[in-house]
């Protein structure tokens, strides 16, 4: 069984504390949810200015933040940790959030120590001594809090991107990653990589942030299934790089087996396959009481219904929403119904649904690529069943092939339903040559025998 997991996806352009910001804002679906943060900054500088404007890459959209500030107020060590401290007790942050954006700061200040051999209280602490740095901090556990992911989920990160080259700063040009990053780093074992663009996209308190909330790191997106998730855009021009993480709610699929080199060769001509013989997961299954208890109970959430209709939209464009919201992981399902509207004018009234957080960023897409000059949404009640994710292996011609299989089950423990991955059907019936068909029915007997 899969459990729920944030996924910081920092593959393609790294991270930074307002691109942090901008996602949580854009999970959110709220542009104002950062106001009480910036406004208890106020006091320490009258000048700050905050302002999420919306921002596109290709089909994705998300948040970007705009900060004005006064660049002539810099704290020190001692000062920063005040000011954090003051405008933490200010938001009546938990304790959990105070310590996660002590934690960060903490690693920010003793990265910078070590870099340039200099004791904190010391240290003359440049960009990272500003205003911002606790807004991106502060920020960051608010929001955290606010969505309800701090302490409750487990936090995976990509490989990092760092990027190359040099990058101007208080301190005269350095070379990427900058020092602190290097030791931030170093420090955590992070995997990193240097990606594609030729300047710094992992900033001191981007990597700070990551390291004190990621548990594990993965090679990359691939395979997570996706809930919902927030799109933070970053400040640079990388070029042909879309300056963007995403921070994505949602499940770890178990890893597909690779079909062998044997398997992949498709056959002059089929053989009679062999019956599929039920081999156990490596993963132990438990007895059926034992699973009652730790399955998820059915559970009961609040969804919305975003509803448009369309009358002058072609079918290419109609068409291209299915890839464009289900695989960006902002709705649950959606649904196109064609239909007659005024003046017996043929329509498609397109229906779908996501999560409440999910709303405005679904609405936007619908608008943007329909051209419709509104959307209409109800809020549902959703009963959801029990699920899990299990692994089966199946044995066909004496080549092993692993396939996903997704079970749902009821109150008492008991199957309601058992669905074999498409994409794993699809995979293993090119390999072998047997039907889809002839499959199916397979791989649910096998399903049965490891978890019953």
């Known amino acids: 069984m899969t459990s729920n997991k944030v996924l910081l ?45 919306s921002q596109y890459a290709g089909d994705r959209s998300g948040k970007k933040l705009e900060i ?32 996660f954006a002590k934690k960060a700061l903490n690693e920010i200040l003793e990265a910078e120590s070590r870099a340039h051999e200099i004791p904190i209280d010391k240290l003359q602490l440049g960009e990272t001594g500003s205003v911002d740095t606790v807004l991106d901090l502060v920020g960051t556990a608010y929001l955290l809090e606010k969505a309800g992911l701090l302490g409750k989920y487990r936090f995976v990160g990509t490989r990092v991107a760092v990027g190359t080259g040099t990058v101007a700063t208080e301190h005269g040009d350095m070379e990427v990653p900058v020092p602190a990053v290097a030791e931030i780093l170093v420090a955590h074992d992070v995997p990193f990589q240097t990606g594609s663009a030729t300047t710094e996209v992992l900033t001191p308190t981007g ?111 109609v068409g291209t929403l299915f890839d464009t919201l289900l695989s960006e992981g902002l709705a649950y399902d959606v649904v196109m119904i064609p239909a007659f509207c005024k003046k017996n004018r043929p329509c498609f009234i397109i229906k779908v649904l996501a999560a409440k957080a999910g709303l405005k960023s679904v609405a936007e897409i619908l608008m943007r690529h329909l051209g419709t000059l509104g959307v209409r949404y109800t809020t549902w009640q959703r009963l959801t069943a029990a699920r899990e994710t299990v692994a089966c292996r199946l044995e066909i ?26 994409d794993d059907v699809v995979r293993i019936s090119q390999a072998t040559g047997i039907p889809v068909r002839e499959l199916k029915p397979r791989i649910a007997l096998q399903s049965y025998a490891i978890t019953e």
């Not at 942090?20 to 709220?30: E, H, K, P, R, V």
């Not at 009546?92 to 310590?99: F, I, Q, W």
């Not at 011609?397 to 309601?416: A, L």
């Open 397 to 422: 011609d004496g080549t092993e092939y692993m396939v996903r299989v997704r079970i749902s089950r009821g109150m008492d423990g008991s199957i309601i339903n058992i669905k074999p991955d498409s």
């Open 207 to 317: 990597a700070a942030i990551l390291v004190c909330l990621a548990e594990e790191y993965v090679e990359s997106s691939e395979g997570f299934i996706a809930k919902s998730q927030g799109v933070g855009f970053g400040k640079r021009d990388l070029g042909g790089t879309p300056n963007l993480m995403r921070i994505i709610i949602g499940q770890e699929a178990p890893p597909a087996e690779k079909p062998s080199k044997k398997a992949a060769e498709k056959p002059s001509e089929r053989a009679p396959a062999k019956k599929a013989t039920p081999v156990p997961t490596t993963t132990p299954v438990m007895a059926a009481e034992e699973r009652t208890g730790v399955l998820e109970a059915w559970s009961d959430e609040d969804i919305v219904v975003i509803e448009t209709t369309v009358e002058d939209a072609d079918g290419e464009i």
């Open 9 to 53: 996806d920092v593959a393609s352009a790294g991270a930074s504390g307002d691109m942090f910001l901008s996602a949580l804002i854009d999970l959110l679906g709220q542009d104002d949810a950062l106001l009480p943060v910036a406004a208890s900054l106020l006091i320490y500088d009258p000048t700050l200015r905050v302002r999420v404007v």
């Open 68 to 99: 004005s500030r006064d660049k002539g107020v810099q704290l020190t060590p001692k000062s920063i940790m005040e000011v954090m401290t003051a405008v933490s007790e200010e938001l009546e942050l938990s304790e959990g959030a105070k310590a």
